[in-house]
């Protein structure tokens, strides 16, 4: 069955740094895009950033642009979020997010890992 499986929340300081991984099962990785998502308390689940299936283009939110780096592993089947300079207001649950290409039938989504930042 299709899995999407985030890992690598957790707890960290103002301007520190975490690494989310997301490992895929269950379907043809290559085939869909791949993204991140986040929802604070008390707010609407927002877009953080998107890589392509191919690996070639990515986007970002503006909220996070020069600090959040999306890749993915094909060979692994895995799509991380480097985050950097972390504040705050990233505070939140983190979902991966998986759209296969010209289809909209196909949308899975992981469970979610909280990332808080604070002092």
């Known amino acids: 069955q299709v899995q999407l499986v985030e890992s690598g929340g957790g707890l960290v300081q103002p301007g520190g740094s975490l690494r989310l991984s997301c490992a895929a099962s269950?379907?043809?990785?290559?085939?869909?895009?791949m993204s991140w998502y986040r929802q604070a308390p008390g707010k609407e689940r927002e877009l953080v950033a998107v890589?392509?299936?191919?690996?070639?283009?990515?986007n970002y939110a503006d909220s996070v642009k020069g600090r959040f780096t999306i890749s993915r592993d094909s060979a692994k089947n895995t799509v991380y979020l480097q985050m950097n300079s972390l504040k705050p207001e990233d505070t939140a649950v983190y979902y991966c997010?998986?759209?296969?290409?010209?289809?909209?039938?196909?949308?899975?989504w992981g469970q979610g890992t909280q990332v808080t930042v604070s002092s």
């Open positions: 269950g379907f043809t990785f290559t085939l869909y895009h």
């Open positions: 997010n998986a759209d296969r290409i010209g289809s909209a039938a196909y949308v899975y």
């Open positions: 890589i392509t299936n191919g690996g070639g283009r990515t």
